[in-house]
């Protein structure tokens, strides 16, 4: 899944109705709404997914984030794009959901094994096999901040600069670096006693 907001503008964000679709539903024409969320909906789960790294909680921020924007659309003024709005909600409403998770932790298995790509050591005495780095950082990355794992996320799995991973997240490119840097520090530290590193 890809979490690029820019890679669903299609229809929706580049659409002049859309400010007629959000100005319909604040009117009330809530069956409208529909519209947005059925186009918008993987999106919003696919960020939901790469901050929490929980399928099923994924869900659930999925369907907070849609409440979410439902109840602020009003404040909406199309200063951004329809994505990019959605994608700061999903971000702070997964980060949100997951530090409360990790209040009370829940295993959710494998779920995540498609985020991640380890290469497989040269030989079986190189080190430990790819399923156990899998699981090794699956699990590590579980237990990292939701803030530094958002951010991470963003630049270390995705791909994206820091200034690009800025903007996803409203804040400023330092904060980026800076939390970056430290979800690598406990992962770092959470992996050398399990990796043997």
């Known amino acids: 899944m890809q979490t690029d907001p820019d890679s669903y503008n299609g229809c929706m964000d580049d659409m002049p109705k859309l400010a007629q679709t959000i100005d319909q539903v604040v009117a009330g024409r809530t069956e409208l709404y529909e519209a947005i969320v059925r186009y918008y909906e993987g999106f919003v789960f696919s960020v ?3 901050v929490t790294f929980d399928r099923d909680l994924a869900y659930d ?8 924007l439902y109840e602020s659309l009003s404040k909406f003024r199309g ?3 329809l994505s ?5 909600i999903a971000t702070n409403a997964g980060i949100d959901a997951a530090r409360k998770r990790s209040q009370h932790p829940v295993s959710s298995g494998d779920a995540q094994a498609d985020l ?8 079986a005495s190189d080190g430990p096999n790819v399923e156990e780095v899998k699981s090794a950082l699956q699990a590590a990355l ?3 901040d939701p803030v530094f794992r958002a951010a991470f996320a963003l630049v270390d799995l995705d791909g994206l600069s820091y200034e690009d991973a800025a903007f996803r997240l409203g804040v400023p490119v330092g904060t980026v670096k ?3 840097f430290r979800a690598r520090g406990e992962l770092r530290e959470l992996l050398s006693g399990t990796l043997g590193r």
């Open 48 to 50: 939901a997914v790469r």
């Open 61 to 68: 921020v999925t369907q907070d984030t849609f409440l979410k």
């Open 79 to 81: 200063q951004s794009r």
């Open 84 to 88: 990019s709005y959605l994608y700061r």
């Open 116 to 123: 991640l790509t380890v290469e497989a050591p040269q030989t």
């Open 142 to 144: 579980q237990k990292v």
């Open 178 to 180: 800076s939390r970056v």
